[in-house]
């Protein structure tokens, strides 16, 4: 039964001797390691300093990697320099390419020289940190690392180690959000039995993360029980806490029981804002845990002039934000921190003999496996020391604000030219804009959108709502945009109205590229716009 | 409410201003990347070249970290210099060496340096690859990689995307558990009811990683429902069909459901291999879900003679192993395979209007973030598809198999030295050996143990049997030779057996290194056997 496939390798036994013989031949040797090393660190500068040659967007059709690669594995060794050419060849033409400076999409996924330094070591280290002996520097450092950042957040001490709280590092806002809402699961099955598991309800917005909806997924929350409380466009998208209270008070007369609310600091779609102090108010007269989401706005809340969008924090349970969004840390690095770790570890502890030891039956140790979904984890806290060393606070805040003040520009641009609107108030570097109706409604004669061009995205224009049109006209322009490889910008759809999402971070960007992205969106949309024929 | 905490910065307005300005101060300029990035290759280089001279297991004593650094984020910014001189001076004393060619504990995390290369590349180009059109090439270089390595292993057509399954990169085991086991949860409860959750019973042995446990825990399991199959010494710790079929029998008849079954291909405590075939075929007769972790042992099942260790594997539903572990690939990277991904992605597909896009739409794509917990994931495949090319697959194999041949010699040691016995039968490349009890016991004139020196540890030998003294000298023989520095084992218990562990797989491991362990553990166990006082 051991050959199931037809697939056979060329074999030649003279050739399968054991390996590891002479010290070169060896995969981890320190001067082979030095040699290659040092060729993928000028790769990947040469790479950085090239980047706003391809197109942002990657322009690759669906299926093109196949047609370069081989159907199997090589069974010889092949040399980094043909590994490396192939990498330039068939893998940054299929890249969208988030460093770029002309990258304005979804949201930054903002690198930095001490993040892929602090990523180099910890992988050069390769320590599986599961808990504290297993590699101490890692838990230790972390410790200190989340109490640093939670000091620049000014996040209430019951968050910090040193208030009885504590930080961890996550992959992902997914996963810091699964594991706090598994703890207050199990907070209240603790009460009233596994058998009402049924009864949990869990509450959020029509603009939360699609993560939450996916984690309680996962976490066996009955989808009947998902309570989505709907915002608008007059509040900016943001929940109404009496709304929430509204629909736990039905929930509660129903016989089923609040335990979760997830309030976000920064929507993904327009970075709207919940307003964390009533919410927590509500959630607390049902011991309702409350999680907060922070993950694109939470870095800029280091700066004391935005600190107020946390306001109301110190009522949650947990708060977390991605460093690895923006906050010059690579991917994966979520900061979350809670006030309960024992709410945490209760439910996500293990204690299996082999991993058994002193240190932790001394009870004087963080064993962060106990913290998190999985097992083995990385020593991602090196990367956070090193962004939070290498340019210190006040360089961090400075890069921030340097971000603000473009998508400052870039609103002043699209305010001043009529045929532009902003859809919603900017709060942070992300701007929410639009080709505006009364611009799409001037090209024609009497409010009916003619054919545009030959496109076939865009149906009947005697079938479509005025909202519909414009819509359209948005989305045209987007995907014109995105085509021409220059910038990259992605949509939403909030309120029923499509939005162009402009949205400054890319460590790279500077302000010239955001002039330069304005032209680009005024060329496209003086093309869109002169493509509607007037109907007569 | 802003300021919640008493901690402030020292500021000075004056050196608030905005930052990204020169070009050369942007945390991203090419030509600084550059001279940092060969200052840590060369520092991590060094590192591995000096290996040797470090404690293998960390010696330092719980908050020691602490006691070095400061106690907030530094204002202004420090050079890598300084930086690097920190992580030499506290963090590599705080490190457990995984990399150490003198690290034979738990299993080994086994880095290269083309698994080093590909995190740079992958870390460099940060993308987000959460569907297609993030990054084509982060989507279709894994799916080809998995294609490739599922054929190495010889894996059923049936798992591939060749065969209508397909392969997705998780980090741990433990995620690959939690999505599979969701994924055959929500197939039942989409026949019985959500309603019926609590009625979900899943199964395992006594032997299966403590993964399993928490990922039921996390899916909403009732605890009540996770059944452990025990095992013995005289079946080598292997999981006995008919045992399964009995328990899944009584369950079915008390009215529960039968949902899945975890099997194991070389489990942590003694590399024991459950019978794949037998244990499917009753599984198949329940409708139930396999899940084969095969953590450790997959990678060798590349080699021929190893490959009938997963044989059977054709009755599952879903196999993994990691990457990370033996196969030359830095954490983290768990390689799964599903012959059915519908059932993963029906459970685990989030469609958010942010994240529309017509590759998506046209159904042409994968979308990896419907094959895994989080949305966001990083670029994996690269490092993967650079120790494949870069070694080969010839190479691989001779490796892995010097590995083997590396764990034969120590236990040839071991079974030469009638002090010592090898406790189970070595299927890999961990040898599972103690001090016998007839060594233990030939210290004592009556069969009771004397006081061994002044150690706290062990309890008054009047009140103990003969298994618990026997199992105290060992666990003083793994303590010793830990604490000294030179090697690093860890233990388990199995059947009552306290044993030592022995895996060979870190990758600068030579045959020297094995005969000088063996070395110091025939020393620490003469200290210890002589230690042991005769009782009169």
């Known amino acids: 039964m051991g050959s199931l496939g037809d697939f056979e390798f060329p074999q030649n036994n003279a050739l399968l001797n054991i390996a590891g013989g002479s010290s070169n031949d060896n995969p981890l040797d320190p001067e082979e390691f030095r040699r290659q090393g040092h060729m993928v660190i000028d790769f990947i500068a040469d790479y950085y300093k090239n980047i706003e040659k391809y197109p942002v967007l990657s322009q690759v059709e669906p299926g093109y990697l196949k047609k370069r690669l081989p159907t199997s594995a090589p069974f010889y ?27 304005f999409a979804y949201f930054p996924s903002s690198g930095s020289i001490a993040g892929f330094l602090g990523e180099m070591l910890a992988t050069g280290f390769n320590v599986v940190g599961f808990n504290w002996m297993s590699s101490p520097a890692a838990t230790e450092l972390e410790s200190i690392v989340m109490d640093w950042l939670g000091q620049m957040l000014r996040l209430p ?37 596994n058998d009402n598991i049924g009864k949990l309800v869990v509450y959020c917005s029509d603009q939360t ?57 920064g929507t993904t779609s327009t970075t709207a804002v919940d307003p964390l102090g009533p919410l927590c108010d509500v959630a607390k ?35 977390s934000f991605n460093a690895h969004k923006w906050f010059f840390t690579t991917l ?84 001043a030219d009529n045929r532009f609107e902003v859809v919603v108030p900017r709060n942070f570097a992300n701007v929410c804009f639009r080709i505006s109706p009364s611009a ?19 149906s009947s224009p005697r079938t479509k709502t005025k909202m519909g049109m414009v819509n359209e006209v948005n989305q045209k322009l987007m995907e014109s945009i995105n085509g021409s490889g220059g910038i990259y910008m992605t949509h939403s759809i909030v309120g029923g109205i499509y939005l162009l999402r402009f949205a400054v971070g890319a460590t790279l960007t500077q302000e010239s590229h955001v002039i330069e992205a304005w032209n680009v969106v005024k060329q496209h949309a003086h093309a869109i716009l002169n493509s509607i024929p007037t109907t007569q």
């Open 440 to 458: 799409v409604m001037n090209k024609t004669s009497n409010g009916v959108l003619g054919e545009i061009t030959n496109s076939n995205d865009i």
């Open 209 to 265: 993360h699609c993560a939450f909806k996916k984690a309680a997924q996962i976490a066996g929350i009955n989808p009947n029980n998902f309570r989505v409380i709907p915002t608008t466009l007059s509040s900016s998208f943001s929940m109404c806490p009496k709304a929430l209270r509204n629909t736990i008070t039905a929930d509660v007369e129903a016989g089923l029981v609040p335990i979760f609310l997830l309030a976000t600091v």
């Open 332 to 415: 994966d690095c979520c900061c979350l921190w809670v006030k309960d770790p024992a709410a945490l570890t209760q439910s996500l502890s293990t204690d299996p003999e082999y991993l058994k030891n002193k240190a932790t039956e001394s009870k004087q140790v963080v064993d962060y496996k106990d913290w998190q979904l999985a097992l083995s984890r990385r020593f991602r806290s090196l990367k956070l020391w090193l962004v939070l060393r290498s340019y210190g606070v006040e360089k961090l805040r400075g890069f921030l604000r340097s971000h603000v003040k473009m998508a400052k520009v870039f609103q002043g641009f699209v305010e």
């Open 285 to 319: 007269d049902y011991g309702m845990w409350v999680h907060v989401d922070a993950a694109y706005a939470g870095s800029i809340c280091i700066c004391p002039e935005f600190r107020h969008f946390i306001d109301g924090v110190e009522g949650a349970d947990s708060f």
């Open 77 to 103: 060794p092949e040399s980094i320099e043909t590994i490396l050419g192939d990498v330039q060849d068939h893998i940054v033409p299929g890249i969208t390419h988030w460093q770029s400076p002309n990258y």
């Open 157 to 193: 001490k019951s968050f910090l180690f040193s208030g009885n709280g504590g930080g961890v590092l996550q992959g992902t806002t997914c996963e810091a959000i699964l594991c706090t809402l598994v703890a207050a699961r199990d907070r209240t099955l603790r009460i009233i039995g």
